[in-house]
Structures are given as structure tokens and as C-alpha cells.
């Protein structure tokens, strides 16, 4: 029986690591190689053809869902399993909308990933079942319910959040997302007006409890 053949791009060589030595285990199942950005990614799926990709949603130099978005406009029949480690229902819904056919965190990887894999292969859509129900009920317009303001953002402007928080300046997130500082910029204002922050400072705090809580700063901390 053939293996299906899975790439896996995240940038923290010991959690791809351990990803690769659990998928490895299965007779059915090889990872065929990793990568650790966007541009890395799209070289190894013309070089390797895989089966599935795992991606990181945070990459260091890259966006993981840009990458879905990219891979189900360009390869519609390559499925992307999405990984997160923050704000899991924000990240869920917008990585599924982008065409990701899985969502797991990377707290419940390591028991799951296998069985995520295997029901996104079966053409099956994997979400971790305490979010399953909120997000599927969301898609399908349902009722209100609490949301998070960061859902505000788009897709970008969440990106730059995110490396605010994690301490990156305005020039290194220019750099990263080959973006002009004045852009740059330009999203921070943003990001400030749609989250109704005043200030640069309370910014980077909020951006700060977020990047390391992975929850929206409550009432109480401000």
C-alpha cells in the first residue's frame, strides 16, 4: 500500500520533529519533507507533490493563512491542515473560510494530529470538538454570540497585531512582510481605530497579552 505523502511547514524544528516521528509511526503515513516559510513551501509542493500539507498559521517570515488561501486557489485538490497555538476560535473560522480543511492546536497536536490527518485525507473537514459545534454554528449564521474584537481585523492588520506583540519594530515588520514602513504604519493606525486603542502604548499592550496569553486582554487587566 502507498503512503500519502504529508509536508509539514512550521519553523520550530523540535515541534515539526516530534510531528514527524508520531506520523511516521503509521504504515499509511510519511512526512516527505518540511518547510520552514511560504516561499521554502511552494519549492517543496512543485518538488515533492505531496498528499496534505500541515502549516503553521504564524510563520516567522510569512503568513500561514496566506498559504491556504494560495494552496486552495492554485492546487485545489491539496488539502492544508491548519496549526495554531492562539485565539483558536478567531484563527479557526478565518483559516477554514481561507480553505483549510482542518483546524488543531498545537496543545492537542501531538494526541490528534494522526487523527486529523486521517479525516481530512477521507475528504472530511477537522475541527477539535469543543470548538466544532461554536464554529460550525457561526458559519452557518446562526445566533450572536461572544467574539473576540481582534475579529474586527483583517487578515493582515491581525498579522501585524500578532508581531507587535511578540516585540517586532515597525521597520523589521516591514521587512518581514516586504512591506513599506509607511504601510506599516498605515495598519497600525488601523488596527488602534477598529480596537478603539488611543494610544501606541496601549497598543503594544494589548498586542503583548495577546501574543502571549492568546485571548483578547480582559476588562479587569487594563
Given at each position: 500500500m502507498s503512503k500519502k505523502r504529508i509536508l509539514i511547514v512550521e519553523d520550530h524544528p523540535i515541534f515539526r520533529l516530534g510531528l514527524t516521528e508520531l506520523i511516521n509511526q503509521e504504515e499509511d503515513l510519511e512526512v516527505c519533507g518540511s518547510a520552514m516559510d511560504v516561499s521554502e513551501a511552494w519549492s517543496e509542493i512543485k518538488r515533492l507533490k505531496p498528499d496534505l500539507i500541515i502549516a503553521d498559521i504564524t510563520l516567522r517570515k510569512?503568513?500561514?493563512?496566506?498559504l491556504v488561501k494560495a494552496v486552495n486557489k492554485q492546487y485545489a485538490n491539496l488539502p492544508v491542515l491548519v496549526l495554531s497555538m492562539h485565539d483558536e476560535l478567531l484563527y479557526a473560522e478565518r483559516a477554514i473560510h481561507g480553505g483549510a480543511r482542518g483546524y488543531i492546536t498545537k496543545q492537542d497536536a501531538m494526541e490528534n494530529v494522526v487523527t486529523a490527518v486521517r479525516d481530512v485525507l477521507n475528504n472530511k473537514i477537522y475541527?477539535?470538538?469543543?470548538m466544532k459545534d461554536r464554529i460550525l454554528f457561526g458559519l452557518a449564521g446562526g445566533g450572536p454570540r461572544d467574539r473576540s474584537p481582534l475579529e474586527r481585523l483583517t487578515d493582515r492588520e491581525l498579522e501585524v497585531f500578532r508581531m507587535i506583540g511578540q516585540g517586532f519594530?515597525?521597520?523589521?515588520?516591514a521587512d518581514r512582510l516586504h512591506l513599506s514602513i509607511k504601510t506599516i504604519g498605515t495598519y497600525r493606525e488601523r488596527i488602534k481605530e477598529k480596537l478603539n486603542?488611543?494610544?501606541?502604548?496601549?497598543?503594544?499592550?494589548?498586542?503583548?497579552?495577546?501574543?502571549?496569553?492568546?485571548?483578547?486582554?480582559?476588562?479587569?487587566?487594563?
Open positions: 510569512s503568513n500561514g493563512i496566506d475541527l477539535e470538538d469543543h519594530s515597525t521597520r523589521e515588520i486603542l488611543k494610544h501606541a502604548s496601549e497598543l503594544v499592550r494589548y498586542a503583548v497579552h495577546w501574543a502571549k496569553f492568546g485571548r483578547w486582554i480582559p476588562d479587569d487587566v487594563v
